[in-house]
């Protein structure tokens, strides 16, 4: 399998609730990777390819504060994966100021991995 992704993803331990704008349903999901440029999520229900959502994402800043971002994006892939689905989301861009917790883990994070 070829490798599409744009930057270096890095484990976090998240929650993400995926609002899908087009079926204006949300469903939570666990991230398993994340980047600057988009994130994997595990969700019961597949969502349409390319339809835009709202991901709002749970997690511990590299303080140990729980932070919560909220980040727009389209979804790029899904897969079947046991019983779940495997969905790729990539993200329109983070704000250096709104995601800047999110940012600065990532920074840190990937010069460990």
């Known amino acids: 399998m070829n490798e599409r992704r744009k930057a270096k ?13 087009e079926a204006n349903s949300v469903q939570e999901g666990y991230v398993a990777n994340i980047s600057d440029k988009g ?24 303080n140990g504060i729980k932070d919560v971002e909220r980040i ?19 993200f329109d861009g983070l704000d250096p ?7 600065s883990y990532l920074t840190a994070t990937q010069k460990i991995f």
């Open 9 to 21: 993803r890095v484990i976090i331990t998240a929650i993400s609730e995926v609002n899908s704008l």
């Open 72 to 90: 727009m994006g389209k979804i790029k892939r899904v897969e079947p994966f046991s019983n779940v689905y495997s969905i790729g989301i990539e």
């Open 39 to 62: 994130i994997g999520v595990f969700m019961k229900q597949p969502l349409k390819i390319n339809s835009r959502v709202e991901i709002k994402m749970s997690f511990y800043t590299l």
């Open 97 to 103: 100021v709104k995601d800047r917790e999110l940012i």
